[in-house]
């Protein structure tokens, strides 16, 4: 056993103790829709990201157990080689169909996803141009790629603009790839206009959806499809872990693309396939998000009631940011809400930037509108009392 390395594991960890930003991972057991046992307690959750409360849905469960029984626990190897189950070309088949595009590749996660992705298109000579609060796998794949890689201030289309016009001509290929929703912020990215800049520029455009499926565009089809149009997208990626109720991620384009990942991208390639059982469950949710508009409308007006009452600018998404700005002020705020029954996390830097800490709230469409109100009302008299909330991005 090295005595160097603990002493580094160590060392690091007491840094980052010391400025608030060590994590500890908290046994939490999901009980219901909504409810949560964490120590021992009760709590209401305004933290997952399961905005249709689909996880723990009857016909989910009931799709996942047939296929268990059916075709096993495990898919024993990699899509390309054993691992492609027939559940995996239907999910595909219906992913294309909601996101409007001629193919579909599922994938091991939405992280796995973009770190294949990205560098499956991208090479040493290539430009990537990211907005600056987009998710870390994006980053992340942006790297792993071994072109070079520009953040644009985020949402600033004049700063996209700006780096294109001063940039573009130096590289053969060109990506631009934002959250569609953004994940800490929950505003969405003017996609519509981001898409015809990229046309401008032949610059190709990836969107992560991952907060986006199932609960924003009408019919839950992403933010490709908000505001009632259909924008441009040539990538759109996104996970099956947050409204969709499972796991795994999946690339929307067109087939040329699609069949070039099923040959180039190494995070496909080279991890195992999904289990059977995490496929039919995502099948299943999409019966769901299909065949009911109005239950994938809930969430977002479940969050905009509260940003109503909370006198927030409309939510745009399910998700709801309250910006504290200190670290320690908003890990006690956390600790406030809970022992008042509601879990509401902190978010910190390194998820977000430093200065702009925060309470992220999620809204789902079983949460009760009482709770709702008196979350808001104990958040407005005891977290932000004599001050008024903002938004970072506004
Ligand atoms: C959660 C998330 C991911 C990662 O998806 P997983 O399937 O959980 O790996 C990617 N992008 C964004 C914006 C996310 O919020």
Redesign the pocket.
């Known amino acids: 056993m090295s005595r160097s390395l603990d002493a580094f594991a160590t060392e690091k960890l007491d840094g980052l103790e010391a400025r608030g930003l060590r994590r500890h991972l908290t046994v939490t057991e999901r009980t219901g829709p909504i409810e949560i046992l964490r120590g021992g307690r009760r709590l209401i959750s305004f933290s997952c990201?399961d905005y249709l409360n689909l996880s723990q849905h009857p016909a989910l469960k009931q799709a996942a157990k047939d296929a268990v029984d059916r075709l096993g626990v495990g898919s024993g190897a990699s899509r390309l080689v054993t691992g492609d189950h027939p559940l995996l070309p239907e999910l595909e088949a219906r992913l294309a169909r909601l996101k409007g595009t001629e193919d579909c590749c599922v994938m091991?996660?939405?992280?796995?996803?973009?770190t294949g992705v990205i560098p499956a298109l991208i090479a040493e000579d290539d430009l990537v141009l990211a907005d600056e609060l987009?998710?870390?796998?994006?980053i992340a794949g942006g790297r792993l790629s071994k072109g070079t890689q520009r953040l644009f201030r985020h949402n600033d289309l004049g700063h996209l603009r700006d780096l294109l016009a001063e940039n573009r001509a130096d590289h053969p290929r060109c990506l631009i790839a934002t959250?569609?929703?953004?994940?800490?912020d929950g505003d969405l990215a003017p996609v519509h206009d981001m898409a015809a800049l990229a046309a401008e520029f032949d610059a190709w455009l990836l969107t992560?959806?991952?907060?986006g499926i199932g609960v924003v565009g009408a019919g839950g089809r992403g933010s490709t499809f908000a505001g009632g149009t259909k924008a441009e997208v040539d990538l759109q990626?996104?996970?099956?872990?947050?409204a969709v109720g499972g796991?795994?991620?999946y690339l929307c384009a067109s087939k040329a693309v699609i069949d070039l990942m099923k040959t180039r991208c190494r995070t496909l390639i080279y991890s195992t396939g999904l289990p059977p059982a995490t496929v039919a469950a995502a099948i299943a949710a999409l019966d769901i998000i299909e065949g009911d508009p109005e239950y994938a409308a809930r969430p977002l007006k479940k969050a905009r009631r509260f940003t109503t009452r909370l006198g927030l600018p409309p939510a745009e998404s399910p998700i709801v940011p309250i910006l504290l700005g200190d670290t320690a002020r908003t890990m006690a705020a956390q600790s406030r809400l809970e022992s008042a029954g509601y879990l509401v996390v902190g978010i910190r830097p390194p998820t977000v930037p430093e200065g702009t800490a925060r309470l992220r709230l999620t809204f789902t469409a079983r949460h009760e509108d009482a709770d709702i109100d008196r979350l808001a009302d104990l958040i407005a008299g005891t977290i932000l009392t004599g001050e008024k909330p903002f938004r970072a991005s506004s």
Request: with cysteine; hydrophobic share 30%.
């Open positions: 990201n091991g996660s939405g992280f796995l996803t973009n987009s998710h870390a796998c994006i959250d569609g929703v953004f994940s800490m992560d959806d991952a907060h990626m996104g996970t099956l872990s947050k796991y795994g991620g």
